[in-house]
């Protein structure tokens, strides 16, 4: 699996060393993080990650042409921005980063998306 990060992509086989990476990556105030098998932003499927200091916004990308965001408990159609404002996300479709570590190990271990958490389907 390859983790990509500003201009890094690391591969990662051992998922320790993938969970690492990750929490690195989640511990951070503003991140982009993007998850596939080779590193490729339009392979599918694949995880796009946003973070920012409260939490984290999940797109799952599938084989099928479909698209799925995390769907967190927020409620409310808040805007939250991401990445110095790059990104725009509502404060429903964000979750607790320990829930996005969980979808992330699980999308390592079956490239797929996880049912520990809820998804939106976009498209």
Sequence with gaps: MIV????DNISCNDLNEFEALVNQQL???SAE???SENGDTEECPCLAILVNE???????FGEDGSCHASYGEGGDET????????????SSQIISKQDALRAILAFFQNKGRSDLI????LY
């Design 54 to 60: 409260n939490g984290a916004y999940i797109n799952y």
């Design 4 to 7: 990509s990060f500003g201009h």
């Design 33 to 35: 993080i993007w998850i």
């Design 118 to 121: 809820q998804w939106l389907q």
């Design 27 to 29: 511990s951070m105030d």
């Design 79 to 90: 805007i939250i921005p991401f990445c110095d404002g790059q990104y725009e996300v509502r």
